[in-house]
């Protein structure tokens, strides 16, 4: 089922996301769901708290070709950043019709839980890293525009306040909540 994805302005997304437990209640549902939901809206990743879950839950597509197919963040750490800074263009599916040049370190090393809870660690790079970096951010609370310098957050101080009053003009192939 294709979830609703909350928007700028909605509280889901500042606040820091909760712990998965073993026990909670339909979390295969909620994961095949926000995959469906990703792919729907055409996004590389989905944080929980974007669909109005506040669990430390995140899902990608793929992450490189020596990681294909989709992937399920329980619980996830990153424990290392290392690389330089690199900028590049950065888009979020709560923020629709904006996209902000955000620097990101190059590599992460990331441990999480499975859809089974054992625990997995992985390195990524490039790309793949700032994916994860991004979708980690939603689970802390952070959003891109809280990653960008005090005068480019000015310069587009119009849009976000229209688009938290739902007045924004941006069409978006998929269900949103403001």
């Given at each position: 089922m294709i979830l609703p994805i909350v928007?700028?302005?909605?509280?889901?997304?500042k606040g820091k996301a909760e712990i998965?437990?073993?026990?909670?209640?339909?979390?295969?549902?909620l994961v095949g769901d926000m995959l469906e939901t990703m792919k729907a809206a055409g996004g590389a990743g989905l944080?929980?708290?974007?669909?109005?879950?506040?669990?430390?839950?995140?899902?990608?597509?793929?992450?490189?070709?020596?990681d294909p197919g989709d992937h399920v963040f329980i619980n996830p750490e990153i424990i290392q950043f290392s690389g330089l800074f690199q900028g590049m263009l950065e888009a979020c599916l709560s923020i629709p019709g904006l996209q902000l040049s955000l620097l990101r370190q190059e590599h992460i090393r990331i441990r999480y839980q499975t859809l089974d809870f054992s625990w997995e660690e992985k390195s990524y790079s490039g790309w793949s890293a700032r994916i994860l970096q991004h979708e980690y951010d939603h689970l802390e609370?952070?959003?891109?525009?809280d990653r960008i310098i005090p005068e480019r957050k000015r310069s587009i101080k119009s849009f976000l306040h229209k688009l938290a009053q739902g007045r924004a003009k941006v069409e978006v192939p998929y269900p949103t909540i403001q």
């Amino acid at each position: 089922m294709i979830l609703p994805i909350v928007t700028y302005g909605h509280p889901a997304l500042k606040g820091k996301a909760e712990i998965v437990k073993e026990d909670c209640p339909e979390l295969e549902k909620l994961v095949g769901d926000m995959l469906e939901t990703m792919k729907a809206a055409g996004g590389a990743g989905l944080a929980a708290p974007q669909v109005n879950r506040n669990l430390r839950l995140f899902v990608t597509g793929p992450l490189g070709e020596e990681d294909p197919g989709d992937h399920v963040f329980i619980n996830p750490e990153i424990i290392q950043f290392s690389g330089l800074f690199q900028g590049m263009l950065e888009a979020c599916l709560s923020i629709p019709g904006l996209q902000l040049s955000l620097l990101r370190q190059e590599h992460i090393r990331i441990r999480y839980q499975t859809l089974d809870f054992s625990w997995e660690e992985k390195s990524y790079s490039g790309w793949s890293a700032r994916i994860l970096q991004h979708e980690y951010d939603h689970l802390e609370g952070i959003l891109i525009t809280d990653r960008i310098i005090p005068e480019r957050k000015r310069s587009i101080k119009s849009f976000l306040h229209k688009l938290a009053q739902g007045r924004a003009k941006v069409e978006v192939p998929y269900p949103t909540i403001q």
